[in-house]
């Protein structure tokens, strides 16, 4: 996150300016970061802002949390003067609160704990005749979002290493060398496009 604040800043700083406004900007990027990571940042302990941010979402729900963090995000780029469109937000927001986590796997192959996307868990119920699966919304961190987003083999290249591959082998995934990085890291000829 810290390009996309130093970028906004640029252009939107004058220069005579810009050593003053650096200094609240450099003052804002834990707070930047512990929104951005959901109160959990890489190789840290989870912060009171992540207990905070999971009971709001426990309590209030999905379009409240998404609300207060979206608040928070754009308040401190406005509190320096610039200039961020919302949307740029809500995409980033989208993916950290799309998850849920398996609490009952009724009829269906999922796992209790197993993360999933809401779409992934709807369509597996609506494709099992008995009873349904049931999940509970959880809030991830950009980074975690990252990883859960990609196939197993995408989250070991990028962050998940050994664990992601372990856990793709516990569960029998497959996954195709279609995609640009999936065939430079085997060493596969890149797919031309028709």
Known sequence: ????????????????????????????????????????????????????LAEMLRRDGVLETADYLLGEMVGIYRSMAVSVEDNHFEVVLRQMLDKVEIAAVGDTDLEVGEVISSAQLEAVNSAVSGEPAAGESIILGVTEAAIQGQDFLGAALSFGGIPALARAAARQQKVELDGIRNCTAFGKVIPARH
């Open 1 to 52: 996150m810290t390009q996309l604040t130093m970028r906004a800043f640029a252009l939107s700083v004058p220069a005579q300016s810009r050593d003053k406004d650096a200094r609240t900007i450099v003052a804002t990027l834990p707070r930047l970061d512990e929104l951005f990571e959901a109160g959990k940042c890489p190789g840290q302990k989870v912060s009171a802002e992540r207990e905070n």
